[in-house]
């Protein structure tokens, strides 16, 4: 057997660990542990079954090295997807502030300048939209807004219900 050609069967391998994550994911319709990594498991047996199979080449090493390669990638992209999911969850915070039509018995008033330190909340003011917000900045606001004492705020004359979300 030529190296190409073993080089080649550990390409393919290689690749069985990259599609058994996209086929699990695929499968159920997003990762949701444990029974995900269960289902990846069975997808990735099966795979690697297959793929010995179509290789014709039993030898132990063989085995074990494709066994390896195609488990190390499996691991590699499941620990990227779930490190970048984490980190992009941490920063996944918004700000939204809805205008309101009618007077509210409950609110408190915030000034131009307290407006000012708040970029985010005074951006979700003007666009009438969901901002998103750095976690430090979500957190001083939601600070600010509970020492006030509401949620509800008067800024420019015009009532706003703030509301702030997390992924």
Known sequence: MSKTNTR???IMFF???ILTF???????RGI????SIYLMLLV??????????ICKDRSRVFVAKAFVISFAALFLISVSFFAVSAHNH?????IDANLLEIIPEDFVVVTEEELNEFPALKEAI???NYVKADPGEWRRTIDFLNVKGSYVIKVRGEYYQTSFTTA
Do not use: D
């Open 126 to 128: 003007e666009t009438q």
């Open 15 to 17: 690749c069985l660990g």
């Open 90 to 94: 941490m920063y996944s915070k918004t």
């Open 44 to 53: 990735y047996w099966v795979l690697f079954g297959t793929g010995i199979l």
């Open 8 to 10: 080649n069967k550990y």
């Open 22 to 28: 996209l086929l699990s994911g695929y499968l159920l």
């Open 32 to 35: 949701h542990p444990p029974q």
